[in-house]
């Protein structure tokens, strides 16, 4: 998974579990477990208080949350002073060590906050001499500088109603806005600092160059949602742009431009926010800007090429990553692409140039080979239920299946020894690396070396003989050089001391040159270390970026990992001349990496107040809204709504009681789960089942109900299966009003239930549905579960849904749905017909009580599509037709995807002893992804025409829905 993956999945991991929290009850169809990589309430966490941050952290991660602290104050004083903002209330901090990657990320809603995973990067975008801490957390901390920042209407909306979405104006802003003012704030081109600054970037940008610039609306409505390749490209703009506005307008503008929307109370207004500020259209602004970066790059484009360019051949340029070469000595070279239409697989390019795919691969980190032992990878997988860590497994050479050697190991790099008789690792955890040996069933022999908190172990190479190995070493002092570590003697002898960032190092056949590549000239390069003299020649010019590389045995051929505007391409270039030469270690005393954990007002160990966790210092309600609600002209309402959440989203709670002002009834809802498994739901409601009408004599009859629904959640998780168990109870008691006579009825029903759900399905890049696998869900519910209830007896089903993958995302869909409800007179109904399944009231919040069974083309209430069982089978070719993320301006609509389905249904209901008649349609849908507010909001939407075959019963239907059948 490319680090840009990475960062756009990973930041939106609290953003998407507060949403979800706020919809106050649990879900029955999850997706996948929103637990997985997120604190876990059986370690025993801590809180570190300091004047502006809450820090929780385990109690093993003390050093580094008092890392963590000096850090963040530093970083608070001069972003706070920078961006002429600060928060109102304390920034929650987050230490998590659940995942094996490198990330951050942040969020102003419930309350500002901010997570960290520990492990520092070694590649990327990302890769740094800053230290990892400084890096991420400035980064993560303007975006809530920036996103906290209100002031005229919406800030006096937030005095009123609390941190409500609608007052924040600046989460109306494009991502490339908000990415590119972090990426501008964490970048220090003096220090060398920051991607803004950072070889990586300028290659991006060059690329863009060279195949032609984004659009304003291009750019506005990818987001971190677009399929086009980069998927960092509202960070690497979004970056350029805060630059250009600094270089052409003054750094006073930078702000100005950001304040403009504090008092936005119609959001979106791109150009009045151009117009305003710089007194031209944003359509001007950006012309302006484009005009910037060919000024800026062009020139550097040109001198690249004067220089000359090795000539070079792409041998794997498919999709968009191609990645990880392994040139082996007999000319077959193994290599990772990921297309984004099908599976990620390893592929194998023979020595001949034809290509055969070596096996799939989810959680791909990296790979090694040895011609004896075959494949050793090392690839992520869910640890512990929730964990994210990564293992090594081994394809021999002949087999089908991997073996896996580790479980739960966290060694994200690895390689063969050259004899094949062992195994050198990076093992993570805690913040910290360390290189082990291991034998070849995956068992540590001994702890060859441990770095402390701020250094890292990046990839390394074993020499020829086996005696050493070379790695890439951050160390916080001197950031990235190559050392050589005697793996006999057990020390580090270093081999580069200089100021660039050095990484991937490989021997040479001979072991008397290392090759690797640094960013020296601002351009990440191949470079060759002659061991001698300590001489570093430059092998490549690329106009890009190269990022990865194997060598051949002399030296003068490599197969080379090229950044490109399509993606991630394996060219084999032939090095016909040199370069620039440089030392590897100049003589003159280079200066230590200029971050704050280098100078003297950094002192970690200061900060001791330190507290055990507690829910209570976070989990206050932040807000409160208000609905008018009606659903006739005698059953109006207001419901306000409270809730809140802790810090480590162990507890959520919502209190929304609710006035009905005709009936003079107080009802509303309770809600309280604890760390997404067990919920509990309470509401009382009043609903009219038939409004007064004079006019024929009807008097109103209506509804008071009273409902309690409790449901636990047990999700057993691995990259390759979801596996879902719910055990939910649900009662309700209803009494209903006959206002001509001013009786009352009452009754009550219970149940209990149990769900079982199993899921294989894929998704990629492109992909439009699930697609490659299964989706089964079984339930058994039984009611009257509790004493005499309404419903009797058991209702049994199952729904299996069976993706089949064609070529370019295309898919065979089946559904086959079987249920059954078998207790005489007291059997719950079950119903078929209609455009979506719907659940009763009884169950329906945690997903118990399907009532009613899709079945297009064919309206419901109709006795004869009603019965004690029902089947339902469906089978529809999903194609999708464009990938599109653009749209207009004013007003900010746009398209996404659009993807286009033919179906055919068919379905039953009968009860004991009946014939089963079936009746089918057959019709179609058309699904695009609806863009509104640029990238802020993408709603799905099915506009569809069914077509019911039988002559009686069967309608022509057109329908709307806002999440697909299946």
Known sequence: MSVFLLVRNLKHWFVLLCLWLAMGSAHAHLPIDSNIGAPKPTDDWKTLETQHFRINFQKKHLAFAQRMAAIAENVYDKTTAWMEWEPSDITEIIINDAFDGSNGGASPLPYNRFFIFMNAPVEGELIDNSPWLELVFTHEFIHILHLDQASGVPAKLRNIFGRIFFTFPQIFSPKWISEGIAVYGETDHEA????????????????????????????????????????????????????????????DKVNEYIKNWNDNIIPWRLDSRSSQVFGISAQALWAQYQKYLLDKFKPTIASIEQRGVQPSTTIAGNGIANTNPVWMPNGDMYYYHRSGYDHPRIMLRKA?????????????SMFDVHAEK???????????????????????????EWRRLTTCGRYPRAFWSPDGKFIVAVKVGNGQTSLVLLDLMGVELTLLDMRGLGETIGHFHWSPDGRSVVAAIKREKTGWNLEEYDLYERTWTSITHNSYIEYHPIYSADSKSIYF??????????????????????????????????????????????????????????????????????????????????????????????????????????????WLLADGSDNSSIQFIVDGNDALNFHFWQVAPQWFFDKQELGGDLTYSFYNRLTFLASRKVDVEREEDKNINEYEVWDLEDRFQAIYTQPLNSLEKRVRMHVGIAQERVVRTFEETGVTADAENNLAGLLFNWNNTKRFLHSISPESGRDVTLAFEKYSAFGDGFYDGVVKSIDWREYVSLPKNNVLAFRFVYAESDSGDKNKPLEIGGNFDTFGTLGANIGFGREEFMLRGYSKDNSKLEGQYVNVNSIEWRTPLLDYYDGLMIPPLGLGKLSLTLFADTGAAWDKKESRDYYSSIGFEISPDVLIGYDTFNLNVNIGLAQGLDSELGRTEAFLRLISSF
């Open 352 to 364: 001949d140039g034809t290509q055969e795919n070596v096996t799939d691969v989810d959680g791909f």
């Open 517 to 626: 590549i640094s960013d020296q000239g601002g351009a990440l390069n191949i470079r060759q270390l002659d061991r001698a003299n300590g001489v570093i020649t430059t092998l490549t010019n690329t106009t890009t970026a190269l990022l990865d590389f194997s060598p051949n045995e002399s030296g003068d051929v490599f197969r080379a990992v090229e950044y490109t505007a399509d993606g991630l391409k394996i060219k084999e270039i032939t090095i016909d001349k040199t370069f620039t030469e440089y030392s590897a270690k100049p003589s003159d005393a280079l200066p230590k990496v200029a971050s704050f954990s280098n100078t003297d007002g950094y002192n970690p160990e200061r900060f001791t107040d330190v507290k055990d966790y507690s829910p209570l210092s976070s989990i206050r309600p932040r807000s409160w809204w208000a």
């Open 374 to 400: 075959g494949l050793l990878l090392s690839r992520a997988e869910v640890c512990d239920n929730t964990n994210i860590y990564t293992d090594l497994y081994q394809l021999e050479p002949g087999a089908e």
């Open 192 to 251: 060398g600092f920051g991607r803004g600054q950072a070889a990586i970037y300028s290659g991006m940008m060059r690329a863009e160059l060279m195949k032609g610039l984004r659009t304003l609306t291009e750019i506005s409505y990818y987001g971190y949602q677009g399929t086009d390749w980069p998927f960092g490209q509202v960070y690497l703009y979004g970056y350029y742009f805060i630059e250009f506005v600094e270089k052409e307008y003054g750094k």
